[in-house]
């Protein structure tokens, strides 16, 4: 079965700092993967998807996220992070041909000034 | 467009009330989908709808039951509420066009239920 896992479920940066948050999935063929940002007391809102394009996926905001088949990873990065972009962030992941996605835990980021 | 919308925003129950979260989507989705979030253990699905009139469970059905009332509406009904069930509903719909290979979905606002 299919999951994902999201390492580090708090992670703080300094404004204009580069920001890392980690995925690693589980699927014995290839997925589909996502990200998406929820603000405080908001709904979920995809930053970016992965559909075997192309590895190096460019989402909102600055955001963007590499697939790496050989670490089963789908990191999301942004290389200066701005207030703005504290929120909590979900990874999630769908098979070819499903309709259903499976989240990881979320990891929600703070900025600091 | 107004995308999705859930209605209420806030709830609070009590043990053994029952209520419906209602939902509904303009974007013409086939695909509806019922999450509830709790801290640290991100989004279950709840209940989910292929399409009008179908109805599949999820991860963590028990305790909801849901009606697809047409293409637009999917509601969520607690028939006797549980403390359990304190938690932020999210309410989902997808176009889940298999020709295009990949599911996006669009997520309503939120409902925040408190049960006593």
């Known amino acids: 079965a299919q999951s994902v896992t999201q390492l580090g479920s708090h992670v703080s940066v300094s404004e204009g700092a580069l920001v890392l948050l980690r995925c690693n999935y589980s699927s014995s063929v290839p997925p589909y993967l996502f990200w998406y940002v929820q603000y405080p007391n908001q709904g979920l809102q995809l930053l970016l998807k992965y559909t075997s394009a192309a590895t190096l996926v460019k989402g909102i905001n600055g955001f963007e996220a590499e697939f790496k088949k050989s670490e089963t990873s789908f990191h999301l990065t942004k290389p200066s992070a701005h207030m703005s972009d504290a929120a909590e962030y979900f990874c999630?992941?769908?098979?070819?041909?499903?309709?259903?996605?499976?989240f990881g835990t979320g990891t929600r980021l703070q900025v600091f000034p | 467009n107004a995308g999705v919308t859930q209605t209420p925003k806030f709830q609070v129950l009590k043990t053994g009330q029952s209520m419906t979260l209602q939902c509904a989507q303009d974007m013409n989705h086939n695909s509806m989908y019922w999450y509830r979030q709790d801290p640290g253990m991100g989004l279950r699905l709840i209940y989910y709808?292929?399409?009008?009139?179908?109805?599949d469970k999820g991860e963590v059905p028990n305790g909801y039951n849901v009606s697809r009332l047409n293409k637009r509406e999917f509601s969520l009904r607690l028939e006797s509420a549980a403390p359990s069930q304190t938690s932020v509903y999210f309410c989902?719909?997808?176009?889940?066009?298999?020709?295009?290979?990949?599911?996006?979905?669009?997520f309503g606002p939120g409902t925040r239920l408190t049960v006593l």
């Open positions: 989902a719909s997808s176009e889940a066009d298999f020709s295009s290979s990949y599911n996006e979905q669009f």
């Open positions: 709808s292929a399409s009008e009139g179908t109805t």
């Open positions: 999630a992941v769908s098979l070819f041909n499903t309709d259903k996605l499976i």
